[in-house]
């Protein structure tokens, strides 16, 4: 099995020794960046809906946004993966073939350097990414300065609308995944399908902010309100969205028309959010949302109004009675 | 839940930037090794025998011990831990201060820089782990020569001893684990059930032994026949190993008697199988238990007869038809 999935995979231009040994070597110019992030089967996917593929790839770009939002170029992933004794080998090759597209597509030079396979009850994926900061200072989040241009770059609710498409055309009563329908569902809705899926985050642009002056990025992982008010309360400040602008950049993407609420509060798209001087020059790819002021009752207002981000997590919206932990530390 | 995890936890030396943020920012000298372990309740631990700040300690450890087996400094972990949302809190943070514990005793300076907390069904942790070569090149389990001593460091063949006695005395006839008895099994058997709960291995002998220019290392997990099988299988040599030298440094651990069986086949010591050039000082805490030979029709050899490793899992060893696939990349 280990084998099969080996054979998915280009190796990393930063690694010296790959898989096989006790560990891996990998070259790194002095500081790096490291983040994992875990996706197990039911609470953050369902191999009803989405192939192998899909769900390697997302799992790369997922943490590839991580490692680009501090202004880091990803070098490696490591991959533990469990899954049933009796998951099909091809399944596994399969996960791996999108683990090393995605790499490849979104991260060039960026590969799977190693990992460990085991046996569980359900499909559990957990990864961790490294990237090169190249010599830069990080971009955290906790250093946005009133007197910023916010601004963001990807799709913004996106995969939030795919998923629910998902639930209101592919689920039975009990929120089940359920396939039937979904070819369907694909060719209807194949842009908000494809960003749920197997999400394309502009990865290359978390170097380009850096190198543009950024003051502070984040992934949006959780929607653009509840992401921005954690950049917010981290840098003690607040950022104030502008509707007009954001609907102007992000009212309609890939031929899709999204409304507000699905832009503010749909996750999963793992774009960056970023804040930058506002006498610079935004790098392409970055749309203006609002502007940073110094710290109002609100962390989040939208138009001069308080806005309380709902909280977003997919599962928990659409399956009454499943709830969560998931956290990142 | 992450606040009491993150309470338990002193930082990494080498990050200047710890959990709470898209990514960790940790330092590196330049070339850095990288290794990733998983355990699952289930085939990997039992709670109903051991505590979770010993969970926390053999998590830990046993990553450490893949860092130092290339010659690295250990610099920081990340781990990814998923449970059942009835999980109580004081679990997790008993892990986390059996991590921390077990970083500040075995690798002083590394730390857990990042992970993520998730939802499943039964407890999971996946850790990756990295180190510093500085400057060092790695030692890997390929490049033994003929001509050189073969050593080790370590426990070996208690870890395994423990769990015979574990389930031979707190396991129902299905090989479940209970709890009963297991008070009076440590106050006996302490030596071993630590072993296998809460290894120690030498983890800085790792640095050591690339200083005095070992040319082949490994950590053992699997059984001292197993690994060496693997190692020779690499270095495309045959490890011949001696009773009699074996005995003299192992036959008693601790205290406690361990046979030549339990020795070759035991696994989860998590020592460091060596080799070196024979004509060097071998450091304190190796002992030589045989010599590298042109290889022979078999990887392994004890006392000049070829020795077929039984390849071990405890799992399989002890619970009928419970098979795992576990692998290590």
Redesign the interface.
Known sequence: ??KR??EQLRPAEAA??G??????????T?????????M?EG??FRLAWHSGYELGWKLAATNLS??A??G?RAT?L???F?CP?DTPVELLAEVSRGLDAACAELAPGCGV??????????L?A?V?A??D?EGRA?V???AARAGDVVAYAGDLGLAGLGLSLLFANCADANGEAQSAGLAELRSQHGAALSAQFAPSPPIHLGVAASEAGATAM??VSDGLALDANRMAR?SNVTLELSSSEIIRSFGAQRGVKVPLEAILEGGEDHGLLACFPKDIELPTGFHPIGAVRERQDAPVQVDGKSYAPRGWDPYTEYTPGL???????
């Open positions: 099995m280990l999935v080996l010296s020794l898989p096989g040994d006790d560990c891996a070597v990998l070259t790194s002095g500081d790096l960046v490291v983040t994992s992030d875990t197990i609470p953050d991580d490692v939002s501090m880091a490696a490591t991959v533990s469990a004794s350097i190693g990992g460990d396979l085991s046996r569980a009850p359900m559990f957990a961790t490294m990237g900061l990080p955290t989040r906790s984040m992934d981290a709830t969560t932990s998931k956290e990142r530390a």
